[in-house]
């Protein structure tokens, strides 16, 4: 909810800015971790808002850019997500037992943060005038056609009724 109203009104580069900045200080942060309350103060403010947002902008603003085959191309954006949740688990696996955990939290949040500003400095809102005007369009061509030439007189056809009987016949 939060990340969507922010896109739309500050656009999508913005908004993924700063949450890939807070979603990376959020990590840095968790390094330093001293009690167990810090690392749930983090994770539900810090960690939880780049969350939540840059899911969020991504699929929209892919949903906005195309129209033809949305579904496609948010099912790409999720693979994406789905790929990275297979492999940085086993990166931050081999990297905690290489370095400790402080070190790789802090090495992951780097790399995830810069990933996302990154992403921020190359993630485009849609022009104005981009809208489904394609569809539109169509849609209007298609109420434009004439309408197929009506049965013979005489000819039986039946007929749903949301009234009285359900089918009935002419």
Known sequence: FLGGT???????GRVLLVSGLIYGLGYGLISQVAAPWHLFAIMGSAIGFGLATHDVVTLSTVARWFHQRRG???AVV???TAVGQMVLPIAAALL???RGWREAVLVLGAAAG???VGAALLIRSPPADHGPTQDRRQRYELRQRPSPTPPPEGTACLRVQLGGSPLRSD
């Open 72 to 74: 496609l191309m948010t």
């Open 96 to 98: 905690i037992e290489a």
């Open 78 to 80: 999720k693979v994406g």
């Open 114 to 116: 810069a990933v996302l």
């Open 6 to 12: 922010l896109s739309d009104r500050y656009g999508p």
